[in-house]
């Protein structure tokens, strides 16, 4: 099947700082999303992004679906940005696969 | 705000009960999915159901079940629950087999 991977695994960063999170995918998908999953466990859906570029506030995020890597942006990072970063695909069949996730930290 | 609600924050039960996990969504979305998800692991997909009374098994079907009678309620049926079913239970909503919103999740712990 098809295989997901995130990097980096974890990050930490003080406050104010910009990063970025990727996701390859091992092969071509319908559709693409990123979710924010905060301290307390729950799941927001980011984008739905399966190729371009969107913004929304400080986050953005582009997919090359030629390449098979979509990036996630988040700028003038606040600590309420800490949680895990989940990209997810979707191949067709309504199957959505997740990958590992980024782990993020936000320093005061 | 769409809602996804889930029946229970936290439940505790013995090994060999029957589970009931509910879900209920307050918009009109074709498709529901239920995942686990567990450290080390991330999410895995149990069961979606596309469509009222249509279910289809995801990654990790084995010793789940679902039900989908009305369009906004989709149950996850742990027949006979066994220790390693203890992990955090997450339903979804979505539409055209793009995915919408999240419950808060059931943390289960079988004993």
């Known amino acids: 099947g098809i295989q997901v991977e995130q990097s980096p695994p974890d990050l930490i960063l003080q406050e104010g700082a910009n990063s970025t999170l990727r996701c390859n995918f091992s092969?071509?998908?319908?559709?693409l999303q990123w979710f924010h999953q905060n301290p307390w466990g729950q799941l927001i859906n980011l984008f739905y992004i399966p190729s371009g570029t969107k913004q929304n506030g400080r986050l953005s995020a582009t997919t090359v679906a030629t390449e098979r890597y979509s990036l996630l942006y988040i700028s003038s990072s606040q600590t309420t940005d800490s949680g895990v970063y989940f990209c997810a695909v979707e191949q067709g069949g309504f199957k959505t696969i997740f990958g590992a996730g980024t782990r993020l930290f936000v320093k005061a | 705000d769409v809602k996804v609600t889930q029946s229970s924050r936290y439940l505790v039960k013995r090994t060999g009960e029957k589970v009931f996990l509910e879900c209920v969504q307050d918009?009109?979305?074709?498709?529901m999915f239920w995942y686990r998800q567990d450290p080390g692991l991330g999410l895995r997909l149990i069961y979606f159901?596309?469509?009222?009374?249509?279910?289809e098994k995801g990654d990790i079907p084995e010793g789940y079940s679902v039900s989908r009678e009305k369009k906004e309620r989709f149950s996850l049926i742990l027949e006979s629950a066994s220790t390693n079913q203890t992990s955090m239970y997450l339903c979804a909503n979505g539409q055209s087999g793009i995915l919408g919103s999240f419950g808060p999740g059931t943390r289960l712990t079988v004993l």
């Open positions: 918009m009109d979305h074709e498709n």
């Open positions: 092969d071509s998908v319908n559709n």
């Open positions: 159901s596309y469509d009222v009374k249509m279910k």
